[in-house]
């Protein structure tokens, strides 16, 4: 239910850019609203406030405006941070990404398959992966922090932490590491919830602490492997003890090469030595992602220069409802719906994230004949169903000189999935090899009997090329 407080806000201009059309969820500290974007105009976004201490009010701004540069398919995308104050407090805000429902809302119905928490597990290793290698910590993954954004599942902005930051600095949930009110933030606290958030998804239920002087955290009845290993691998009292985000990935995709890992280097740090941080995420899969729920929110994408001041509050009008949009977000297949699952690529490298809305079809109007899946640009033969180019971060491939050759050979079994993949000789890139890897792994082949590709993925500044050829065997 809305914090009453919350109401007050609804129909006033945040730093006279941001309308607060309506208030979506709230709490004692935070709350978020439906608002709107200048650019393109009229397109929806979410703007969550949060209450902070004025004394800590231009650190953990920095952490949120730091964020406003992380670009990754698994993570909501964020638009804009500032500050602004009312009858004396002092809030952030955060300008991101409206979606469409969270995962708590379909806990809150029944169960994940393993099938479904596995989809839901690789997407949130994905970004995490990513996150850690930009030295971010999330610091409060829990339920209602996982997103559907059309047909994606993706983590949402709920005050990111820097690796090494204090505890204490946001709220506690039921799903934190048991170190972290006393321990800087780190990593294993994030594979701690991920772990938590997994068991419930399976069981609806929290795992629970038995004992007093010794305690012990009993698992519920939930599906064996690998989920129940995943569960006690990760959920140990000593942090060192935990499996690494990378351990997850090998566990859930067996056969997958090992991830490439690197060290984490806070964004302070990185931007003291004017320097670029290279981001290995390990491996990836096809994310199809099955859940059932109600449609919470739509999508937008933009970019706006943070605010780094307390911005004023200016009352405005309602604005009038548009039928004709709500009809479009109920017609429109959520990721959350298990009978209408989604297949997709992945965006290719510099692709925007974002989509617009498709208007409602009439209804004496024909059914509209599918949309076919992309296909390779080049190719031997037209067995392609769909290619995924690498998700490279855009201030690396700024730094190609040239081009960029990887080469990997993909296993494709007899329903044209990809079984596994390897880089198939040397390249003249290393750093990218991860990416190309993650993506050849979401490539599709049309079935048939078990066959043999290779993938050739030439990078340049410009954007990225792909081409399939078949191997003999």
């Not at 409206?98 to 806990?107: I, K, N, R, T």
């Not at 690197?262 to 390990?282: D, S, T």
């Not at 190609?400 to 596994?420: L, Y």
Request: glycine fraction near 6%; charged fraction near 20%.
């Amino acid at each position: 239910m809305m914090h009453e407080g919350w109401g007050q806000w609804e129909g006033q201009v945040l730093d006279a850019r941001y309308p607060l059309r309506q208030c979506l969820a709230g709490g004692a500290r935070s709350a978020v609203f439906l608002t709107e974007l200048s650019e393109p105009a009229g397109q929806k976004a979410a703007v969550k406030l949060l209450a902070v201490d004025a004394a800590r009010a231009k650190s953990l701004l920095a952490r949120a405006q730091g964020a406003t540069k992380l670009e990754h398919s698994g993570l909501l995308k964020i638009f804009d941070a500032g500050l602004t104050q009312r009858d004396g407090q002092t809030l952030i805000y955060v300008v991101m990404e409206y979606a469409e429902e969270d995962l708590s809302q379909v806990l809150r119905l029944r169960a994940l398959t393993p099938e479904e928490t596995q989809e839901v597990m690789e997407s949130c290793l994905e970004a995490l992966a990513y996150l850690h290698g930009q030295g971010y910590i999330h610091g409060h993954l829990k339920p209602a922090n996982i997103m559907a954004v059309e047909d994606r599942i993706k983590i949402a902005w709920d005050g990111l932490l820097w690796t090494g930051d204090p505890a204490g600095l946001w709220a506690a949930t039921p799903y934190e590491a048991p170190e972290t009110p006393h321990s800087p933030a780190a990593a294993a606290a994030d594979v701690w919830s991920l772990a938590m958030v997994m068991v419930e998804g399976l069981t609806q239920q929290r795992p629970t602490w038995e004992g007093t002087a010794i305690r012990r955290l009993v698992l519920p009845d939930m599906p064996a492997a690998p989920f129940r290993e995943i569960a006690r691998n990760c959920l140990q009292d000593d942090p060192q003890l935990r499996w690494s985000v990378n351990r997850m990935i090998a566990r859930l995709t067996p056969g997958a090469p090992p991830p490439v890992e690197r060290p984490a280097v806070p964004p302070q740090e990185v931007e003291r030595k004017r320097g670029y941080l290279p981001v290995a995420v390990g491996a990836a899969v096809v994310l199809a992602v099955v859940l059932v729920g109600a449609s919470l929110f739509n999508r937008s994408s933009s970019a706006t220069s943070p605010a780094t001041t307390p911005a004023p509050v200016a009352k405005i009008a309602p604005a009038p409802t548009a039928p004709a949009a709500k009809t479009v977000e109920q017609a429109r297949p959520s990721p959350f719906d298990a009978k209408k699952k989604v297949k997709r690529a992945g965006p290719a490298a510099g692709e925007t994230a974002s989509v617009s809305p498709k208007p409602a079809p009439a209804a004496s109007a024909a059914p509209a004949p599918p949309v076919a899946a992309p296909v390779v640009p080049r190719r031997s033969s037209g067995a392609v169903v769909r290619q995924v180019l690498p998700e490279v971060p855009a201030r690396a491939q700024a730094t190609i000189q040239g081009k960029v050759r990887i080469r990997v050979k993909v296993e494709v079994d007899a329903s044209g999935n990809v079984t596994g993949a390897a880089l198939d000789g040397s390249s003249s890139g290393r750093y990218f090899e991860p990416y190309a890897l993650a993506a050849a792994r979401k490539w599709k082949f049309e079935p048939g009997g078990p066959a043999e590709w290779r993938l050739q993925f030439d990078l340049r500044r410009s954007g990225t090329e792909a081409k399939a050829e078949r191997s003999k065997r």
